[in-house]
């Protein structure tokens, strides 16, 4: 476990956090994270939401194997939210949603849509948040800016879907489908 990660949250007197795992354990190692969840337990430090939940990982849109990939690693990241009672998963993840084949934006976006709403419909007591990805220079992205985000959530099927907007790692906006 990284001490530095825990001494300053507690130092700071943190009570609630958006926990990027990675944070707390290279490669999600669940026993590091059980210790990690005892700890803030017993200091009364609340999960909020998980982030960064695919990096370090080699999963994308374009994979040939990516619905099955995003499934077994959402289903990984849920166990994870058990672990700290948190039922919200913030869906950045700029690597997930990098694509290089712009002909396929269609089939991407509706692969994307499927695979959470399976998720969903699974486990209807988490809440997603889908954050924008915001361009960077050379790259395309799905759901790149807040408009995108909104208008996929507002055309998403299953509840437990939402948008989140940040600016330099701070929630500035947060919308509730």
């Avoid at 300053?8 to 210790?35: F, H, P, Q, R």
């Avoid at 089939?107 to 969903?120: A, D, I, P, Q, V």
């Amino acid at each position: 476990m990284k001490k530095n990660f825990l001494d300053y949250i507690l130092e700071s007197k943190i009570k609630n956090i958006e926990l990027a795992t990675t944070m707390v354990s290279n490669k999600n190692d669940l026993s590091e994270l059980k210790s990690f969840a005892r700890i803030i337990k017993k200091k009364n430090i609340s999960v909020k939401a998980m982030q960064s939940i695919f990096f370090n990982t080699n999963i994308n849109i374009e994979n040939k194997n990516f619905n099955k990939e995003f499934l077994q690693h959402m289903n990984k990241i849920l166990k994870i939210c058990r672990l700290f009672n948190c039922k919200t998963i913030n869906l950045g993840s700029a690597t997930l949603r990098e694509f290089k084949n712009k002909r396929k934006v269609k089939f991407y976006m509706n692969n994307l849509r499927k695979n959470l709403s399976k998720f969903l419909k699974k486990n209807k007591n988490i809440n997603l948040n889908i954050e924008p990805v915001y361009k960077i220079k050379n790259k395309k992205f799905l759901l790149a800016d807040y408009t995108e985000c909104i208008s996929f959530v507002k055309n998403f099927s299953e509840k437990g879907i939402d948008w989140s907007v940040k600016n330099n790692n701070s929630p500035i906006v947060d919308h509730i489908k």
